[in-house]
């Protein structure tokens, strides 16, 4: 299930209906309710990569896709990812950000009251680089409860993206393991199994963190760069990575401000106007 | 540079070693400017009261906060020790938790995370019984079976 490559016409996903179809699949690709922020998010990590290599002064797009014309490789390219990590986890406030600009879709997948990672996830995928993840799934241990943002910052497609089973090839998968197939069977059967995404700059992921997926060395000319990171609603439930060490509180509705005015009191803390 | 008391969490050595308590605490010293000076845990029948800790502030030590291993230190039954955080930062030390990465400066910052806090203890009582581990144990045991 490929998607096609460019010299291909590659069918973009969208879902401008929304997320229509989430339910069924566990995922849904949706255009940014707010491109302006979407833009200014990558205009920041753009600043912040070419401030760590010796940069030639060509527009974002052409950096992020032509990246590996840098030569970084091996232990500096790590360094590189390192530092790039640091920078936009400490000054890009990518989890609130990401919010406004796909907020129609979040706040209707996890509800008002939300908590997000504290830091966020960058990928650097290079062409040929033999080093990506392998298939997995983010719960458990992770909760189910949770949905993954996965936002390219180039057209991704074909293996420059990364392969993803919806819930009903996944759950084909797990049947295979209960049944006592080996991790193997099951990760070969999410890599043929799986669609290699192809997605338009300027639309984001949701998956649910059950979904099975993965990445193959990219084969295709370009660097890809996505950014992801985790939503849920504050209340439900929690796996390996709890609120506080890896979650904070992003928005409460006004009826958990209300009943955290009157907790504040009870607990003896100076009362706070829950407007 | 700033000096802290270091206190690890007593109900959890057996999980996390005190050795690696010490160097997480350690490195949130260092996020802070500072270094731990000191150190000392709660008894088993103190991990309630924090009767240890209190005792060796109340002696007012030249040092500018504690450092605790976790915030469930200071949960109990489902709901935070908000009056006991709150007399340590009115004496002017500061609080910081080395696994959840975060610190309080004053009461006002405790009041402005209060949300986080209330809402973490009681999700930590609630989910307690790590029901994903329950989730997995089948396929773990499939996987057992046929290897």
Not at chain 1, 124 to 134: E, H, R
Not at chain 2, 20 to 33: C, D
Not at chain 2, 68 to 87: K, M, P
């Amino acid at each position: 299930m490929s998607s096609p490559r460019p010299d291909q016409a590659p069918a973009f996903v969208t879902t401008d209906a929304g997320l229509d179809g989430f339910a069924a699949r566990g995922f849904a690709v949706v255009p940014a309710d707010r491109r302006d922020v979407l833009d200014a998010v990558r205009d920041d990590v753009f600043a912040e990569a070419r401030a760590l290599v010796k940069y030639r002064g060509e527009p974002a797009e052409a950096f992020f896709n032509e990246f590996h014309t840098y030569g970084l490789a091996g232990t500096e390219l790590n360094a590189f990812r390192v530092a790039l990590v640091d920078a936009v986890a400490k000054r890009l406030a990518v989890g609130r950000r990401f919010f406004e600009a796909f907020g129609g879709a979040l706040a209707t997948l996890v509800g008002s009251d939300v908590a997000v990672q504290k830091t966020v996830n960058l990928v650097v995928q290079q062409p040929d680089d033999p080093d990506q993840v392998p298939t997995h799934r983010d719960a458990p241990s992770n909760s189910h409860f949770e949905v993954v943002l996965w936002v390219p910052l180039v057209d991704v497609y074909g293996t420059k993206s990364f392969y993803l089973c919806d819930r009903e090839r996944t759950a084909h998968g797990l049947a295979l393991l209960q049944e006592g197939a080996s991790f193997a069977t099951f990760a070969e059967h999410v890599r043929v199994q799986g669609v290699d995404l192809a997605m338009r700059y300027g639309s984001g992921l949701l998956f649910a963190a059950g979904l099975a997926h993965g990445c193959k060395v990219n084969a295709e000319p370009h660097t890809r760069w996505s950014l992801n990171l985790r939503y849920k609603n504050l209340f439900s439930p929690y796996g390996s990575k709890g609120l506080a060490e890896y979650f904070e509180i992003l928005h409460l509705s006004p009826l958990s401000r209300v009943g955290f005015a009157f907790e504040r009191q009870e607990f003896g803390l100076a009362p706070r106007d829950p407007r | 540079m700033k000096a802290f008391y270091s206190v690890p969490d007593t109900a959890s050595v057996r999980e996390v070693p005190q050795p690696v308590q010490h160097l997480a605490i350690g490195g949130q010293a260092s996020r802070l400017g500072g270094e731990v000076v000191f150190y000392t845990m709660e008894d088993h029948y103190t991990l309630r009261t924090h009767e240890v800790i209190c005792g060796k502030l109340a002696e007012g030590p030249a040092i500018d906060g504690v450092i605790f291993y976790r915030l469930a230190q200071f949960f109990a039954a489902g709901t935070i020790d908000v009056g006991t955080l709150r007399w340590i930062l009115e004496r002017g030390y500061t609080i910081a938790f080395a696994r959840e990465r975060i610190a309080f400066a004053d009461v006002a910052a405790l009041d402005r995370d209060f949300p986080l806090l209330a809402t973490h203890a009681r999700l930590h009582e609630r989910d307690r019984d790590r029901g994903f581990l329950r989730t997995a144990l089948p396929l773990v045991a499939a996987y057992e079976r046929a290897s």
